[in-house]
C-alpha cells in the first residue's frame, strides 16, 4: 500500500500562491489515481482536484481556473499549485490515492489511502 506525505502548506494572505506536494512511498505509486482534499473547521471533506491512473483530470468548481493538479510519477510526487487564494480555501489539504481506475477522484467515498494532511490558511 502507498503512503503518502503532504508539504507545502503555510500562511498566505489573500492572491497569493502556494504549491503542496505529496510524496509516496511504496511500489504501486502508478496503479493509483490521486487527488487533493481539504477540510474546513466545521464543514465536510470536500474534493479539490484529481488525476486518474490514465491522466484525466478533475477540478471542483471552486478550485477551477485557479489550482493546478499535477504529477511527477518518476519522482513519486503529486503537486497542487495553488493561485489567487482566496480566505475561503483555509483548511486542511489533504494528499489521496484510491485504487479506482479512471477516475479521477473528488469524492471522498473513492479514497483508499489518505495522507495526514497540512494547513492552509488564507487571510485577508
Known amino acids: 500500500q502507498v503512503q503518502l506525505v503532504e508539504s507545502g502548506g503555510g500562511s498566505v494572505q489573500a492572491g497569493g500562491s502556494l504549491r503542496l506536494s505529496c510524496s509516496a512511498s511504496?511500489?504501486?505509486?502508478?496503479?493509483?489515481?490521486m487527488g487533493w482534499f481539504r477540510q474546513a473547521p466545521g464543514k465536510e471533506r470536500e474534493g479539490v482536484a484529481g488525476?486518474?491512473?490514465?491522466?484525466?483530470?478533475s477540478y471542483a468548481d471552486s478550485a477551477k481556473g485557479r489550482f493546478t493538479i499535477s504529477q511527477d510519477s518518476a519522482k513519486k510526487t503529486l503537486y497542487l499549485q495553488m493561485d489567487s487564494l482566496k480566505p475561503e480555501d483555509t483548511a486542511m489539504y489533504y494528499c489521496a490515492a484510491t485504487l479506482a481506475l479512471y477516475i479521477a477522484p473528488l469524492d471522498p467515498s473513492y479514497i483508499d489511502v489518505w495522507g495526514k494532511g497540512v494547513l492552509v490558511t488564507v487571510s485577508s
Open positions: 511504496g511500489d504501486s505509486y502508478i496503479s493509483y489515481s
Open positions: 488525476i486518474a491512473n490514465d491522466g484525466r483530470i
